[in-house]
């Protein structure tokens, strides 16, 4: 694995303040790391990471990591949201328009969220944004985003974003990942940390080729910009090789066609966390205990 430039200067941080606790959303437990996310969540990638996260300690081991810091990991609650047909952007937008996909309700009457972990309340793995009980992460002139916080016991200690998807043509255009980046420190506690893992490569490569690029502008704009977030990369030669043109990991039709080439399987899941599980289990510690030698970016070179 080669190493990105390390940058010596101190994490930035925002001054926004923890939002009032939503009443209408209470009960949820607290989530002490969130995964936020899209469709490959909700659609196959959810148990995995979850028992990634309560395997922390065991999952990491190896890579010279310190165990105490490995078993406080694995000592949190871990929450899981999944939105199908979402991009990062959608999260952080505070109109009606640009909130849709999170807000309103598929008209065939389909819930469009997936919970797991502590975002789970009691057995309901699907919900509505917006209109279940314990999920009203809509309105109040606010984003979505702002809602979580505000529905939540407590802020997370660290909130990992699972894009690239629905953000890859939305990233592409230098202005508007620019102002994801700045809504990103502007909505979030400041004592939150958070750290950016790109989603697993699709099974076609003209999917996979402007991701590939989105990633390395959302890359170099955290650089640039030394943004409080870290990333770790999805798509990167390994996973390329692993998934790309590889049905074993993609959901087949009745004649063993690939029918979604969007979302893997549990076990094409399981495939990644094995691949780009080190770089996670990196990236997590850095996010959570910034040693001085700034290490955010150290797990994102795996260039495609």
Known sequence: MTYARRLIVPILTCACAVLPAAAQSAKLRPAEIMVLGDSQLAFGSGPAFLSFFNNFAERCSGLGLPDDKLKKVQAMSFGILGVRATGLHMWL??????????????????????????????????????????????GANRSPLQNIFSALPEPPKLMIFHFLGLSTFHWLKASRLKNDLIQV????????????????????????RPRVRAQDKLQMALLDNNHRCGLVKGVTQETLAAFQDNPAYYYKNKRGAVKDPYHTTPSGAARFLAIRGPAICRGVVNALWPDGADTRYSQSNDNP
């Open 93 to 138: 937008s505070k109109t009606k328009k640009g909130t849709r996909m999170i807000c309103v309700k598929d008209p065939a009457g389909l819930s469009n969220a997936s919970t797991y972990g502590a975002m789970r309340y009691r057995n309901q793995r699907w919900v509505q944004i917006g209109e279940s009980r314990h999920h009203k992460f809509c």
């Open 185 to 208: 420190n502007a909505q979030m506690p400041r004592t939150t940390n958070c750290m950016f893992l790109t989603t697993i490569p699709a099974y076609r490569g003209k999917i996979n």
